[in-house]
């Protein structure tokens, strides 16, 4: 199953400490998303992916596992042994950091691609940061590059998302579906972003982030 072009994809995930944060709510908010027209999910760790796929067996899932390894940086997805993980959940798509820093196991970027398309038989999208690392990773098999991790690297702290900027160069310099995710909060803002050619697009805390949405309320009345 892959991602249809010119679609919303859902990121259906809340803080591991929220209430919501339980898997049957995590499968709600997604068939919430599909019943409205999303055409994708994307859903973090393997309990996730899984209610999700039972109760959609039929629609694009991009699973991925935030696992924090002790003095590293990256967390999405970080080892094949993650990515097993997910895709025995149902995931038909794992999504994984595809910056050049360095991984818990010793894995590098493209090897960890090709082992996800060798030994597990599913599609890769790349979280990226940069250029140089959307290059990297679409030399390396990627079939899907986002904007993920756009103002969320040491390289990239200073800047913040949507990463209009990055999305742009990478539909110029690429010749695989580009994803634009990342601080995307109104319709316009996605619709801005198809227009600079984006493949797909995906939200997350706009639509399902109680949570913070609730935070950044609240902060107003706390002043």
Not at 145 to 151: E, K, N, Q, S
């Amino acid at each position: 199953m892959k991602i249809p072009q010119s679609s919303l994809i859902v990121s259906c995930q809340s803080p591991s400490n929220s209430p919501l944060h339980d898997p049957k709510i995590i499968a709600a908010m997604a068939q919430a998303s599909i019943n409205q027209g999303a055409k994708g999910i994307r859903v973090d760790t393997p309990s996730h992916v899984k209610a999700v796929r039972q109760l959609l067996p039929k629609i694009p899932i991009i699973g991925l596992w935030k696992r924090y390894y002790q003095g590293y940086d990256v967390y999405i997805t970080p080892c094949f042994s993650d990515a097993v993980d997910i895709a025995k959940a149902g995931a038909n798509i794992i999504a994984i950091d595809a910056t050049v820093r360095t991984r818990p196991q010793g894995e590098k970027m493209t090897t960890l691609i090709q082992k996800i398309h060798q030994e597990l038989g599913t599609l890769v999208m790349a979280d990226v940061d940069t250029i140089e690392n959307a290059i990297a990773a679409s030399n390396a098999g990627a079939d899907y590059v986002g904007t993920t991790l756009y103002g969320y690297t040491k390289e990239t702290e200073t800047l913040s998302p949507p990463g209009y900027s990055l999305l742009q160069k990478m539909v110029n310099q690429l010749d695989i579906p580009i994803i634009c995710e990342g601080g995307i909060s109104t319709p316009q803002e996605a619709k801005k972003a198809l227009n600079y050619g984006a493949y797909s697009v995906v939200v997350g805390t706009a639509i399902t982030g109680i949570d913070l949405k609730v935070k950044a309320f609240n902060s107003v009345f706390m002043t």
